[in-house]
């Protein structure tokens, strides 16, 4: 069974910059996008970001927006989380998860194949 790998995360201070990296487990895997989550110490887990497999299309919670870019590389199947002028709200594990769906914005039921998570820590 596919599950995303995360890996990329670390401990980064206010206003610092760190890229996040998200593949399939199975190489050869093939979803109709991928998308960014986080979930926050105590917190519900909530969407970050997402992009359609052409990359063509994307999708960015408001409190991210001109911060975090999300983009891929098809040719190694991989998907990137760049995130800069981090705050400590930012703090979080965050999660990889492969959409199957036609709807964009994409639908967060769509959402599957999670992966483990990384833990992102913005130092104040």
């Known amino acids: 069974q596919v599950q995303m790998v995360e890996s990329g995360g670390g401990l980064v201070q206010a206003g610092g910059s760190l890229r996040l990296s998200c593949a399939p487990s199975?190489?050869?895997?093939?979803?109709?996008?991928t998308g960014w989550f986080r979930q926050p110490p105590g917190k519900e887990r909530e969407f970050v970001a997402a992009?359609?497999?052409?990359?063509?299309?994307?999708s960015y919670a408001d409190s991210v927006k001109g911060r975090f870019t999300i983009s891929r590389d098809n040719a190694k199947n991989t998907v990137y989380l760049q995130m800069s002028s981090l705050k400590p709200e930012d703090t979080a594990v965050y999660y990889c998860?492969?959409?199957?769906?036609?709807?964009?914005?994409?639908?967060?039921?769509?959402?599957?194949?999670w992966g483990q998570g990384t833990q992102v820590t913005v130092s104040s």
């Open positions: 992009i359609t497999s052409s990359g063509r299309s994307t």
């Open positions: 199975i190489r050869t895997f093939r979803s109709d996008g």
């Open positions: 998860a492969a959409y199957i769906g036609s709807n964009w914005p994409p639908r967060q039921a769509g959402f599957g194949s």
